[in-house]
């Protein structure tokens, strides 16, 4: 399978983490496809072996074995895409945990080291995570506490964040709340360029989903604004 080997590691950890409870449900099966997606070099034959391999829990845990141990400087981030497979479907299972502390074994990575880790992931993933909903409040609501009728569409945002169920549903409640510009840009501001993109980005779900959605979509471009994110950005994601 000529795949770039950073790939291959990406689908293997991706792949066992999402097997490793036993339940491969419809959010992993969507984040593993669009991992395999996301690898734009795959044709034909190869493609259809990959396919095959993401499936099969046994063919994956052949791979470990097999493949070259990735990079030192590849280690984190391979590790913590595997993190985040895990909570996709809302929970972190002791299962997922499990696989994890075997593929950072197999990776050469001292328990210590992945410990570090995981608790710097967990409270990115709860910044992140905080700031959608606070994105969501304001597009939302405007400054007035959000109608009940955007709940769903609130939730189906938040949904789309990965973070524990139980984080999500006080992020629910959080984002129903009066909330100006000014106190949705806050927590943005922590955030790497990007990752504020990302979180604007979210409230996206929301929008599409309400029955008149040009004011929201006006306070998401204000907000993105304040934000230091161009409107031209925010004007790609609806088309």
Request: charged share 25%.
């Amino acid at each position: 399978m000529p795949l770039d080997p950073h790939k291959q590691w990406t689908l293997v950890c991706s792949g066992l983490v999402a097997h490793a409870d036993g339940v491969l449900d419809g959010s992993e099966c969507e984040r593993l496809m669009a991992v395999l997606e996301a690898t734009d070099d795959l044709e034909g034959e190869e493609y259809g072996a990959w396919m095959a391999a993401i499936a099969d829990p046994k063919r994956l845990e052949e791979l470990m074995t097999l493949l070259p141990p990735p990079p030192t400087e590849q280690h984190r981030d391979l590790l913590e895409n595997a993190w985040v497979m895990a909570v996709v479907d809302g929970q972190r299972t002791p299962e997922e945990g499990a696989m994890l502390e075997r593929l950072a074994a197999r990776m050469g990575v001292e328990p210590m080291q992945l410990d570090y880790w995981r608790e710097a992931w967990t409270r990115t993933e709860e910044e992140f995570a905080t700031a959608v909903a606070s994105v969501l409040a304001w597009v939302l609501g405007g400054g007035a506490p959000a109608a009940e009728a955007t709940r769903g569409p609130a939730h189906d945002a938040l949904w789309a964040t990965p973070c524990e169920q139980a984080l999500r549903e006080r992020l629910v409640g959080r984002a129903m709340l009066p909330c100006t510009r000014d106190e949705a840009a806050a927590p943005l501001s922590s955030l790497p360029r990007a990752r504020r993109a990302a979180a604007l980005q979210r409230s996206v779900v929301a929008i599409a989903k309400l029955p008149r959605p040009t004011e929201a979509r006006a306070r998401l471009v204000d907000l993105a604004w304040a934000s230091s994110v161009s409107a031209e950005l925010v004007d790609r994601w609806f088309r």
